[in-house]
């Protein structure tokens, strides 16, 4: 039996891209095959455990935001290249995510994390898919982790086997084939896995998986949740009592009957996806009470909503949902005017602009961490814009509270239940995005494979796969 597997894809995997700036969410996964960070979760997702460094960090003596940590010995990579920690240093310092929270710099043979505020959490961002340690050689990007890109044309069909990789693992080539999502149909993949010709897939969602055949699938948690974010700095949104008889007049489970036979199991019901924590939100619709708070105060001109124009865990369906929506709101007395971007870098550049009034899009977890999930889509500091990337930064709402600042920092300081309720009590007030659906996590594969991994989430997990 060949120690290949074939990986079934929606979209190429291009390898000319940085992958601390990755923006293609579906193949993303491949990435973690490649490219080690620092840090990575455990397998049960709890703790961050040393991947590059030779041992959990250590708090510098005598400085309460500094912790040390020595390169693991011994790495290489995947040219031979041995990693030393000025590749560490350099490499980190150029992601936009680690150097907006810590400075990272030597000090003898450490490497030394100094955090430019008070707060824990420096061990989650050391796992980031941003904080991901590269080798920049000709025009390609190298990695360290248990697989490799042979070519170097932009476009590959195969990875393989890193020979310099600390890990070893016994499936040496993934190759990798493309079948294009055509009208958000997924059909192409799926009766290519009815075929036998793809072994792994994380490209499918729930429904996907009821046309199937001898496979085995793993349906996990999600860990992402779609959105309306409303423009907070826009006229007629820009005020709170405004936001807040909009989620009133939304019925987001109706909306999850577009992409879901079982829509109760992913309307959303507050904030934090399931598998990150808990935060209900206690919003009832109500339609006739949104028509009475909104009176004479709907605008004359159609508000703009821009649609993330692609397939996601959290909106399997994006235009017939985006259509539901603008069902919702028209029957409230809005006039609607929606986009769709041409793809993903377009969508990041209309964000990065604020010329909208709506965007149904959503967040997915970069780490397990729950303050840097809420700071991400809550603190003034995730606006997009300027140097700030949509793909890092989704205040999409364009919210900016001292108040949700300051509670975040102490959420961040002490993540309890006090501080959270604190934070769910600002976004009942002020109501900057209303959560619609929340995602699953599905991982299918052929019976070819014997031995799965407990995570597909942040790791090199088809290197623990055993066929």
Not at 416 to 435: A, C, T, V, Y
């Amino acid at each position: 039996m060949s120690d290949s597997i074939t990986v079934g894809l929606l979209s190429p995997f291009q390898t000319d891209f940085d992958p601390r700036f990755e923006s293609d969410f579906f193949n993303h996964f491949l990435n973690w095959q490649v490219f080690d960070s620092p840090m990575r979760p455990s397998s049960d997702g709890r703790s961050a455990v040393p991947c590059l460094l030779d041992g959990p960090l250590r708090q510098l003596e005598g400085r309460d935001s500094c912790w040390w940590a020595r390169v693991c010995p011994g790495v290489r990579f995947s040219d031979g290249t041995e990693l030393t920690p000025q590749h560490l240093v350099d490499s980190l310092r150029f992601s936009p995510a680690v150097r907006e929270e810590i400075d990272v710099r030597l000090q003898d043979d450490k490497i030394v994390f100094q955090s430019r505020r008070p707060r824990g959490g420096i061990e989650w961002l050391l796992t980031h898919h941003a904080a991901v340690v590269v080798l920049e050689r000709d025009g390609s990007y190298l990695g360290t982790g248990p697989y490799y890109n042979p070519t170097r044309n932009g476009v590959t069909n195969r990875l393989d086997t890193n020979p310099y990789s600390q890990q070893k693992p016994s499936i040496s080539t993934l190759e990798l084939a493309t079948y294009p999502a055509t009208g958000g149909s997924k059909q192409a993949l799926i009766e290519a896995i009815n075929r036998g010709d793809v072994d792994l897939t994380l490209g499918l969602g729930r429904d996907d998986v009821r046309l199937l055949r001898g496979v085995h699938h793993r349906m996990g948690q999600g860990r992402s949740t779609c959105y309306l974010y409303l423009n907070t700095q826009r006229p007629f949104l820009d005020d709170p009592a405004v936001r807040r008889a909009l989620a009133l007049g939304i019925d987001r489970s109706q909306l999850a009957e577009v992409s879901y036979e079982r829509p109760q199991a992913f309307a959303a019901t507050g904030v934090l996806p399931s598998s990150i924590g808990v935060m209900p939100d206690g919003i009832r619709t109500d339609v006739e009470a949104a028509r009475e708070a909104l009176g004479s105060s709907i605008p004359d001109r159609p508000l703009r909503l821009i649609v993330i124009p692609v397939s996601r865990q959290y909106l399997p369906d994006p235009r017939a949902t985006a259509d539901a929506l603008v069902d919702q709101l028209s029957d409230l007395g809005l006039s609607m005017k929606v986009d769709f971007p041409q793809d993903v870098r377009q969508y990041m550049d209309w964000i990065a602009e604020g010329d909208y009034d709506m965007v149904m899009a959503g967040w997915i977890a970069d780490t397990p961490d729950p303050p840097a999930y809420l700071e991400a889509i809550l603190s003034s500091q995730a606006v997009p814009g300027g140097d700030r990337s949509a793909l890092l930064y989704s205040n999409k709402a364009r919210y900016s509270s001292d108040e949700m600042d300051a509670a975040l920092e102490r959420f961040r300081e002490d993540p309890g239940f006090k501080q959270l309720m604190e934070i769910s009590h600002l976004i009942d007030r002020d109501r900057p995005l209303i959560p619609l659906l929340y995602g699953a996590e599905i991982a299918v594969s052929s019976w070819k494979i014997r031995t799965r991994p407990n995570a597909y989430f942040c790791r090199a997990f088809i290197a623990e796969m055993k066929l």
